[in-house]
């Protein structure tokens, strides 16, 4: 796959909202994404805790959780360290599951293509500025 193609495939959503498609990792055939079983299946996120939990429940992504409300009451979904990447990052993996639930995977994943992100951005910073404008610009209309 070239590395500068994005692909469609809803099964490039990882469990927690993340979109493989776009993701350097991927597309550069390091890693085979989030929902592979191979030795390159999400290289990067080894200790997931939400995959486990959304194959176990049965659930496509978080979006389909009926155990929480929001993903935001889910010790699995925001463990610490991902709190503070997130604060640095000015990114918020809630965001694409609040989208997928609202509008669906393929709005979801046409709006990730054409912003070219694994994972939303809430702000333009000095670490995302390249990702264009603000969510709020696109997701709120």
């Given at each position: 796959m070239n590395d500068k193609?994005?692909?469609?495939?809803?099964n490039l959503i990882a469990h927690c909202g993340l979109y493989c498609g776009a993701c350097p990792s991927f597309t550069s055939g390091k890693c085979d994404g989030c929902r592979g079983n191979s030795a390159k299946s999400a290289i990067v996120y080894k200790q997931c805790k939400v995959k486990p939990c959304c194959v176990e429940n049965g659930f496509f992504t978080c979006a389909d959780c009926t155990i929480y409300?929001?993903?935001?009451e889910c010790k699995?979904?925001?463990p610490l360290l991902l709190k503070v990447a997130?604060?640095?990052e000015?990114?918020?993996r809630s965001k694409a599951?609040?989208?997928i639930k609202t509008k669906g995977v393929t709005e979801f994943l046409t709006f990730m293509k054409d912003k070219n992100w694994v994972i939303f951005k809430t702000?333009?910073?000095f670490f995302n500025k390249r990702y264009g404008k603000k969510l709020n610009?696109?997701?709120n209309q």
């Open positions: 193609q994005i692909n469609k495939d809803e409300a929001s993903t935001k699995k979904y925001h997130s604060w640095v000015s990114s918020d599951i609040e989208m702000k333009d910073t610009e696109k997701y």
